[in-house]
């Protein structure tokens, strides 16, 4: 009788465990499912017209927003946006926060040494802007010398050194254009698409100046370990460009394709 109690027993234990194991293994396969559907998007949401905050819905949109979505619409995955300042936006990356950077991430040799990069889905060049009483900075070779507001990590900060200006680190490039308003910096430098579309629909008292420079490719920015989703991606993107669909998203916030 003894023995078959202990028998009874050891069965029954051995059922609670194995459902135990079981229902435990299937609440970690759904949770891991459901990350791997999720494609987590580092972007500043104050970057007009880029990547910013409708001020109706207060939703992050833009143009690097509208391409990432289309992206990760093509990866089968939901796009879900981290609103990072750009000072931590590749700190974040490196800690895994999010899976990519949009947000007119300039593709750089230094950059390159740290992360890889999408196909190029934006071509620009930098532009100076000057409070519009200004008169003695008529372009970059004007810089020497000068205070320029910019974003801490900017690759604007780099070139404002590199023409021999002293930098000033600001949260956003609202801030900057705040303080250049009322000459505490003497000037700054941004994306020529930002100046086009942007700069004119504000009331500062600020003005682009001389020929744009330096022109740049522009890029979703990844962690080197990551290069199956950025084949992934890179293939949505060429995608993309065959079906019209990136000429579309760019003729929305530009009027033209700055694509290529």
Known sequence: MKNTLKSLLALTLSAVLLSACGTSDKSKD??????????????????PPFSYRDKK????????????????????????????????MFTSLDSKRFDLVANQVTVTDERKQKYVF?????????????????????????????????????????????????????????????DLDVNRVDAAMNDQLFIL?????????VKPVGEPFNKNEMAFAFRKDDKELVDKVNKALEEMKEDGTLTKISEKYFGEDVSE
């Open 118 to 178: 999408s196909t190029p889905y934006t071509v620009s060049g930098g532009q100076i802007i000057v409070n519009k009483d200004n008169t003695d900075i008529k372009g970059i070779e004007d810089l020497k010398g000068k205070v320029v507001g910019t974003t801490q990590g900017s690759n604007y900060a780099a070139e404002a050194e590199k023409a021999g200006a002293k930098t000033k680190f600001y949260k956003g490039i609202a801030q900057v254009l705040t």
């Open 197 to 205: 579309t942007e700069l004119k629909k504000t009331d500062y008292n």
């Open 30 to 47: 759904t949770g891991s499912d459901k990350e791997e559907n999720v494609l987590t998007i580092g972007t500043e949401a104050t970057y």
């Open 57 to 88: 819905t207060n939703d992050i949109t833009g143009y690097d927003v509208d391409v990432a979505k289309e992206v990760a619409k093509r990866l089968d995955m939901e796009p879900k946006f981290v609103a990072t300042e750009w000072k931590n």
